[in-house]
């Protein structure tokens, strides 16, 4: 009886602890359950935070290079880089090249333009575009440059003849070399285009050589700034090997018309220096018509010239004898000539933005009655480039030679407008470099003009003759008006006029008291300031403001053709008009 209950309690006992087993698995059967949910519950929750605070990282940015291209020496092109950024375009880095155009910010796609520029030797080069988008995350990509010789142009000898060059184009595929005293005939027309490159021959006297417009003939000389009309000597590479203070390689360009000068005594016929007498085509004016015209000059440089002829007798850069008012001369630039740098025998001629640099002997001439305008220019010659005895940089004189009576008319009244005239002595003895020599019957007028460093007084005289320069600043013709002059004859000190002028007195004329009153009047209109000249590209820049108390020149005789500026000198700190072009500019900023 006991042994039978006995083993019921352990079946007992065993049926619960099978149940109870059975229990506790089905327990954690479900608690497992129940922890896979939260998982996924928690999963699903972080997804979507993250959904909402994090963005999602997108393609970072590709750019594609062109093509590899082939550039000549000394030319340019431009090269378009291709770019994808899904995040959006933030910014470029170009080395090489600088940009032309650049991507648009935020665009997803687009181009970077650059331009790239070859230097004067050829071999290869690289240009990279790296772009980076608004993640931060780059992409560049390269283009090889070959950069090679310029082909070499056909060279064509032009003679010296009766005939004359006939009316005829020159073309910038050729390379034409003056032999001797070319003329452009009464009747003829030679066109030049743009890009074209003249040469001189070397030789003195009878062996020069120029190229000479004859009056009744025209020159249409239209060059543009990319591509100007280039003018010097057959030894002249234009590589930058031929010594920039190189003269007298060749002649110069001589521009004869049939306008106005003051020679009555000949019937207003002149014979212009530089040529033999013996040449009859040598010879301007007569007819005495203002609106003569002898065609266009536009962006030429006439560069390494200045040959001698005779004794004290060298060609000029420019020539312009009896030019007429119908003459278009813009954008011109003269470049170490031996003689002056421009020369005007008569005429009325007006002319605009001229470069004058390192002449050997004046920047600009005038005789002969001239009466037209010389407006935006520059001038500018240091004493280690001088040739001459007594270089000014503006030698102004009514008549020459057996002429200088003075009573021939028109009297020489041009008006010299916006000029900057700057001379740098570095040498240690005095060159006595005059900043403005005006004597004879010059009557003409400066304004807005700007005068640095002369070692020289600036000149007017009287004389015992029927006029001078004196007697027509006394009735009013001759002006100096809102002009700055510094650093002449060492004066650098408001109020100072007194040392910085010189009046050449004939005959006990003008007396001190009226010297006195000049330097008064020059005081009263004109300043003694520093323009703050800068150096290098920007030697010929004034740092200082010059753009107040300007003289109004709409209160000039509209025959002048003046334009009206905002500044004075020759040069708009905000448009180098002679930059880039000119050779001047780039001996500056060398």
């Known amino acids: ?56 990282n997108l393609d970072p940015p590709s750019v594609t290079a062109p093509s590899a291209t082939s550039v000549q020496v000394g030319t340019s092109v431009d090269l378009t880089f291709n770019y994808t950024a899904a995040a959006g375009f933030v910014s470029s880095v170009v080395t090489g090249a600088t940009v032309k155009t650049d991507g648009e910010i935020a665009a997803t796609s687009g181009t970077v333009v650059v331009t790239y520029t070859a230097g ?34 056909p060279m064509v000898d032009v003679y010296s003849s009766a005939e004359g060059t006939g009316s005829v184009t020159w ?77 007298s390689t060749w002649g110069g360009l001589i521009i004869l018309g049939n306008g106005i000068n003051n020679a009555n005594a000949s019937g207003n016929v002149l014979r212009v220096e530089g040529i033999p007498e013996s040449e009859p085509r040598g010879v301007h004016g ?40 119908g003459t278009t001369i813009e954008n011109i630039e003269i470049f170490s000539n031996l003689d002056d740098g421009i020369e005007f025998f008569g005429g009325n001629v007006n002319v605009k933005n001229i470069v004058i640099s390192n002449v050997g002997d004046d920047g600009i001439d005038i005789d002969n009655g001239y009466s037209g305008s010389i407006q935006k220019g520059v001038v500018w010659t240091s004493s280690s480039n001088l040739e001459s005895s007594d270089p000014s940089g503006a030698e102004l004189d009514g008549a020459t030679g057996d002429d200088e009576s003075l009573t021939g008319t028109p009297f020489a009244t041009p008006k010299l407008v916006n000029i900057t005239f700057r001379y740098d002595d570095d040498e240690s003895a005095s060159d006595l470099t005059t900043a403005i020599n005006m004597r004879d019957n010059f009557g003409g007028s400066f304004y807005n003009c700007i005068f640095v460093g002369h070692d020289a007084k600036l000149t007017i005289e009287e004389t015992s003759k029927t006029s001078s320069s004196w007697d027509l600043y006394a009735d009013g013709t001759l002006e100096l008006k809102k002009n700055i002059f510094y650093n002449i004859n060492g004066v650098t000190a408001e109020g100072t006029f007194a040392d910085a002028v010189s009046v050449v007195q004939s005959a006990g004329l003008p007396t001190d008291n009226e010297i006195a009153d000049f330097v008064t009047y020059l005081t009263t209109n004109n300043a003694v300031s520093d323009p703050e000249l800068g150096t290098g590209a920007a030697a010929l820049t004034p740092a200082s403001d010059v753009t107040t108390d300007l003289f109004d020149v709409t209160t000039l005789d509209a025959s002048y053709e003046l334009d009206v500026v905002t500044y004075k000198g020759g040069v708009d700190a905000s448009a180098v008009f002679f930059a880039d072009w000119t050779k001047t500019y780039s001996v500056l900023a060398q």
């Open 1 to 56: 009886m006991l042994i039978y209950r006995r083993v019921n309690i352990e079946n007992s006992i065993l049926r619960f602890e099978l149940i109870s087993n059975r229990l506790k698995n089905k327990t954690q059967i479900e608690m497992r359950k129940l922890l896979a949910l939260a998982f996924m519950i928690s999963g699903f929750l972080f997804i979507t935070s993250c959904n909402e605070d994090d963005p999602v």
């Open 120 to 153: 004067s030797t050829p071999g290869g080069d690289i240009v990279t575009v790296e772009v980076t988008d608004s993640e931060g995350d780059k992409d560049e990509a390269s283009v090889a440059i070959t950069v090679t010789e310029e082909p070499q142009k």
């Open 171 to 247: 073309s910038a595929d050729n390379i034409y070399i003056l032999r001797g005293f070319v003329f452009v005939n009464e009747g003829q027309t030679l066109e030049i285009e743009p890009g074209t490159i003249i040469k001189g021959q070397p030789g003195q006297g009878a062996g020069a050589s120029a190229l000479i417009v004859a009056k009744g003939g025209k020159i249409m000389a239209e060059g543009t700034k990319e591509n100007p009309i280039i003018f010097t000597g057959l030894a002249d590479d234009l590589d930058g090997t031929i010594p920039v203070d190189e003269k």
């Open 286 to 325: 007569g007819d005495q018509v203002e609106d003569d015209n002898s065609g266009v000059l536009t962006y030429v440089s006439i560069r390494h010239g200045g040959s001698l002829i005779g004794s004290d007798n060298e060609i000029n850069g420019l020539t312009l004898g009896s030019v007429g008012r």
